[in-house]
Every structure is written in C-alpha cells, then in structure tokens.
C-alpha cells in the first residue's frame, strides 16, 4: 500500500487517506469493514490494536485500544463496574456483582448457622496507570442487602448495620497497588488494596485482601476483609429466632470492571 495523501479535520472528526492498493475494491473495503482484519495492520510493527467496538456506517462509531510491547497501553484509563455483566437472582447467585457479609449465628431452631447476605447494587470505577491501579472508588447500596431470611433483611433496616439510616458503604483507596508487571490473560495474581471503608458511618483505615484476574475485555475482582461490628458501631440485632450472633464477621466482594 502507498499513501499518497492524509488529509485530517479536527473539527468535523474526519480523515481522508489517499492510498494505492494492489488488490480489488472488494479486498480493499474488507479490510476496514471486519475488526478481525483490521487488527492486523492498524498501528506500528510491535503495537497491536484490539478493536471492542466497530460499526463501519453513517454515524457509528469504533472502539480500540493498543498494546505496547509489554502489553501495558490495554490497561491504562479508566475501568468501571459493569452491571450488565451476571444476574443476581438470590443470594446464591454470584455470577454478577455483588458486596455482602458472612457471619456465625446461634438459631434457636437449628443451632449453628451461617449467616450471608448480599447487595447486587454497586457502582465505582478504579483507574490503571502502567502496572499501577491509582484509584478505587466503590459505593454498595445497602437497602438492597438480601439474604436466605426475609426477616433478617427487615432486621437489618432498623438494627445491626441499620441500612434505613445508613444506606451505604464505600471504599477509597488510598495508596496505589503496584501490581509489579501486567498479568496475562487469564492469569489471577493477588493484591491489597490499603483504603477508607465508610461503613454504618464509621470510616477506618483497611487493607482488603483481593485476587484479580483479567478475562478478555472484562476485570474480575473478588476479596474479603475481616470486620469487627464493634470498630464500626454496630450493635448486635436480635430477635427471639437468634440466640446469639458472633462479634466479628467478613466482607466478601467481587466485581467485574471493563474500560470506558
């Protein structure tokens, strides 16, 4: 191919690209129209493209990113929690998004049991800058908390983490995780993300263990942090079915994120 002209305009976001081919219009055309194709030859020897989004008609527009040598450019930008990604249709659920808690109860009909509830509602986005993740910012909706018991959830309303007057918990990161080198596809490396939980209106320094995995286009985060209802204010609910609840339980998560 020899490029005899480009002619760019910022202000009407066109390129005109004059060029000779040896091959027929058909071959020529097929290049820009199938993504697959066009992998191959836009960009410099050594910066692939990947195309997410491609609609070659009047108005439509196309998406891509391009991968340096160390793969690092893929990554960089901003990631947002995909919640079109899983469904949540009760607790045991988990092929979408989700904030939730396990903790050890007494029933007073069954004895031991395992308390877990989740939130499908969360919103955030966390930002990639070479092998580092700069920022997190997560919100989980608490009023949309659902477990295996219609009344524990109503419990929680009033009592407990009280969600009626405490609708939310967040996360912020503090200081960046250094991942070291971009993962491959597929590979999951572990993590800690050292920020602010604000939780029943407390906020405290924690470190949240996670293990992360890059699935094709998508993020896929989980995680767990030990919390003591004590450092947050959080009285025990109770009720004449709970003979007792346990002083400390877990925050479980985990996440699909994909670039804006």
């Given at each position: 191919?020899?490029v005899?002209?480009v002619e760019?305009n910022?202000?009407?976001k066109?390129m ?5 081919f ?6 020529v055309?097929?290049l820009w129209?199938?993504?697959r194709l066009l992998?191959?030859w ?6 692939p493209?990947?195309?997410?989004h491609h609609d070659?008609?009047?108005g439509g ?5 391009m991968?340096g ?5 893929r990554?960089?930008?901003t ?5 079109s ?6 607790v ?9 808690y ?8 069954i004895?031991a049991?395992?308390?877990v ?6 919103t ?14 997560i919100?989980a ?27 939310s918990?967040t ?16 590979k999951?490396i572990s993590a800690?993300a050292?920020g602010?939980?604000?939780?029943h209106g407390?906020t405290?320094d924690?470190q949240?263990?996670l293990k ?22 959080i ?14 339980g877990?925050m479980?998560?985990q ?6």
């Amino acid at each position: 191919m020899t490029v005899w002209n480009v002619e760019k305009n910022a202000e009407a976001k066109t390129m005109v690209i004059t060029a000779e081919f040896k091959a027929s219009i058909t071959n020529v055309w097929q290049l820009w129209a199938d993504p697959r194709l066009l992998e191959r030859w836009w960009g410099p020897p050594g910066f692939p493209a990947t195309f997410e989004h491609h609609d070659l008609t009047p108005g439509g527009t196309i998406t891509y990113f391009m991968s340096g040598p160390d793969g690092g450019a893929r990554f960089d930008g901003t990631w947002n929690v995909d919640t079109s990604i899983g469904t949540f249709s009760d607790v045991k659920d988990t092929s979408g998004n989700f904030v939730g808690y396990r903790i050890q109860e007494q029933l007073a009909s069954i004895g031991a049991n395992t308390a877990v509830g989740r939130t499908p509602k969360v919103t955030g986005s966390l930002m990639i800058a070479g092998t580092k993740v700069t920022t997190v910012d997560i919100t989980a909706d608490l009023t949309a908390l659902q477990s295996d018991d219609n009344q524990r959830d109503n419990q929680l309303r009033n009592n407990g983490i009280q969600t009626n007057q405490f609708p939310s918990a967040t996360f912020k990161l503090t200081s960046p995780i250094d991942l070291g080198s971009i993962p491959a596809d597929g590979k999951e490396i572990s993590a800690t993300a050292s920020g602010q939980l604000t939780l029943h209106g407390v906020t405290k320094d924690v470190q949240i263990a996670l293990k992360a995995k890059l699935s094709g286009s998508t993020i896929v985060v989980t995680g767990s942090l030990p919390i003591v209802l004590a450092d947050y204010s959080i009285d025990k609910p109770n009720s004449f079915k709970v003979l007792s609840i346990a002083d400390n339980g877990t925050m479980e998560l985990q996440l699909f994120f994909t670039h804006t």
